[in-house]
T-cell receptor, first 114, second 107 residues
């Protein structure tokens, strides 16, 4: 099993550009989530999904969209990139469909917006 | 409000010294708490959870509901313990992380 995979590993965007961060897992986990990691702020939840077709907002959802058309994939879309979205983005999945408890994390995507 | 507080950004100790990484939480329900660790150039991974009352890599953490704390302890730190440690609270269908504490263990 590859676990949780994320692409790309690094990305540089100009302000106003849009892009999609990809996340996939092959563990048949129902729960998936996206976090951003910023110095001094820890990990903050952007969006999450408790199963295919269901998504919900986390702590910092503004400027991001998600969809969950399959159990395996949970892409994160930046609609119009801003310098404040410069961060490291982590995708995670959990086998517990009732909650995120034990989460398996991807390797992260380092995004810079200029 | 649901919140996890880790008051120390950096904790530096010498090898063999005891370690305590502090975590306090705010939650109105019955809390489920976790410690996650991120070693250099590795993925964030679960270290331990309060419900299993286990010891992993010599680390233990006890949930103290009276003090709303879940401090992580190890009696004798090792250099390989150097990492970023996050305390996390499971609140309904979200996992809420603290801001993290970087542990540096010097030889």
């Amino acid at each position: 099993n590859a676990g949780v995979t994320q692409t790309p590993k690094f990305q540089v965007l100009k302000t106003g550009q849009s892009m999609t961060l990809q996340c996939a897992q092959d563990m048949n986990h129902e729960y998936m989530s996206w976090y951003r990691q910023d110095p001094g702020m820890g990990l903050r939840l952007i969006h999450y999904s408790v199963g295919a077709g269901i998504t919900d907002q986390g702590e910092v959802p503004n400027g991001y969209n998600v969809s969950r058309s399959t159990t395996e994939d949970f892409p994160l879309r930046l609609l119009s990139a801003a310098p404040s979205q410069t961060s490291v983005y982590f995708c995670a999945s959990s086998p517990n469909e009732q909650g995120p408890n034990e989460q398996y994390f991807g390797p992260g995507t380092r995004l810079t917006v200029t | 409000a649901q919140r996890v507080t880790q008051p120390e950004k950096l904790l530096s100790v010498f090898k063999g010294a005891p370690v305590e990484l502090k975590c306090n939480y705010s939650y109105s329900g019955s809390p489920e708490l976790f410690w996650y660790v991120q070693y250099s150039r590795q993925r964030l991974q679960l270290l331990l959870r309060h419900i299993s009352r286990e010891s992993i890599k010599g680390f233990t953490a006890d949930l103290n509901k009276g003090e709303t704390s879940f401090h992580l302890k190890k009696p004798f730190a090792q250099e390989e313990d150097s990492a970023m440690y996050y305390c996390a609270l499971s609140a309904a269908d979200k996992l809420i992380f603290g801001t993290g504490t970087r542990l540096q263990v010097f030889p």
